[in-house]
């Protein structure tokens, strides 16, 4: 508080407080013709504190309101100055005298996470408390921004009262056109999948009494093909629900336990190839286990502890998924991160093992195409080992949308991948299928045969009169396969 003559205050400006970055500043030539001035002036310390959730309707600030769900937050001191009588300032904005309003940025880790992320447009006002309707509300009037970054902001106004810096974080949109792009890629590609991926599972399961079926890899094939099964038929059954209502927080908790049931067993592919390639460890029934506990166990357990912690993250805002806001979401990110870069650390060394035996081959044996497994081997481990989501890492924002369209295509279709390279192109699979018709054929001539003639006869059994019976050799493999690499394997 001061009261002051004109003569003391016949300088080129006058600033409150004297010392700090955080300031304002009336020019000299705004008192004259006032003998006596009384200055009243404020500096508030924890009060913006209180303002970190304000919505754009209940706001004076027409920018703002382009933006409906976008909360704004104080982002500095507040700073109020009175002086009586008022000083004489320019009604125009471009013109002078005006105040300025110097005000460093207080923002939290939480505000200026969300100010360099490059997916986030930052909007910084020059506003003030207006009391002329009885409560105080936000408005820019006669305020404009004239200068400033993340940590400051400089501001010229027509009047005086209380001052703080809003920042508003908006999110940057994908246009509609690359919008309804990647929606149809979506959709088609999940579509695809779900078809491969119900053929994959009914084929694993007609083939289950083959021997070379009924193993530990393609038990952990079967499991993450359901998993992502169901994960696109529910991701697909989202789209067509309204956020906030309980069906969309029911799917949205549905959608994060089976995306994370998918990564984790595509974390046990992983940790399955690495013992069968590179180290071998464990017998098979302890691998059993472990496997299931992690492709069902960890997944369940990181969902209950999400669901009961931060139950209103699911499905409130925007889509049927995850808060993006509290940082809900990293209960699927952290996992998601770990299972990619353990997945394609696993690939590295296995693709450097296949390259080595490949270089070995093509020394030994002259085969140049054996430099052509090493390729060969990636596209076969790069479906089930989810090492397209490293797409959508890479697709953070609009300018990376050569990422959004490849993580779209690659992830929508990682069932028909797995249904292409490990049940159609499988060698195994396709040989047991073979033999499993040959069966079938077997059985059907022979029950056609035993209707017609129900005798022992050497014509029934296929053998010459006088000639032992010879044993039908079901599962015929070449004998040259043992010196090749068999991709099936993986």
Known sequence: LAKKPLPLLNMSHYRFPLQGQSYISIPGEAFQGKAWVTIVGLLYHSMHRYFHSIKPTETKIPEAASCKDCLISAASYLISLKVEPPPTLSSNLSGSPLITI?????????????????????????????????????????????????????????????????????????????????????????????????????????????????????????????????????????????????????????????????????????????????????????KHFYYYGIGWGCPLLICVVSVTSAVDSYGEKNNCWLSLENGAIWAFVAPALFVTVVNICILVAVTRVISRISSDNYKVHGDANAFKLTAKAVAVLLPILGSSWIFGVLAVNVHTLVFQYMFAIFNSLQGFFIFLFHCLLNSEVRAAFKHKTKVWSLTSSSMRNLNVKPFHSDIITGNRPGTSPTKLNTWDKSTNSANKIDLSAV
């Open 102 to 286: 110097h005000l460093t940025h207080k923002l939290t880790a939480f505000q200026y996470s969300q100010a360099v992320n490059k997916s986030n447009q930052v909007k910084l006002y020059c506003a003030f408390l207006d009391y002329s309707n009885g409560s105080g509300v936000w408005s820019n009037e006669g305020c404009v921004l004239e200068d400033g970054n993340l940590n400051y902001s400089i501001c010229l106004c027509n009047h005086l009262t209380n001052f703080a810096i809003l920042m508003q974080v908006v999110p940057i949109k994908v246009p509609i056109g690359h919008q309804m792009a990647l929606s149809s890629i979506s959709y088609i590609g999940c579509s695809l999948s779900i078809f491969c991926l119900t053929i994959t599972l009914v084929t694993f399961a007609i083939l289950s009494s083959v021997s070379t079926i009924r193993n530990q890899r393609y038990h952990i094939h079967a499991n993450l093909s359901f998993t992502i099964l169901v994960a696109q038929i529910l991701l697909l059954i989202s789209f067509h629900l309204s956020p906030g209502t309980v069906p969309c927080k029911i799917l949205a908790i549905l959608l994060h336990f089976f995306f994370l049931s998918a990564f984790a067993w595509m974390l046990v592919e992983g940790f399955h190839l690495y013992s069968m390639v590179i180290k071998v460890f464990g017998s098979e029934e302890s």
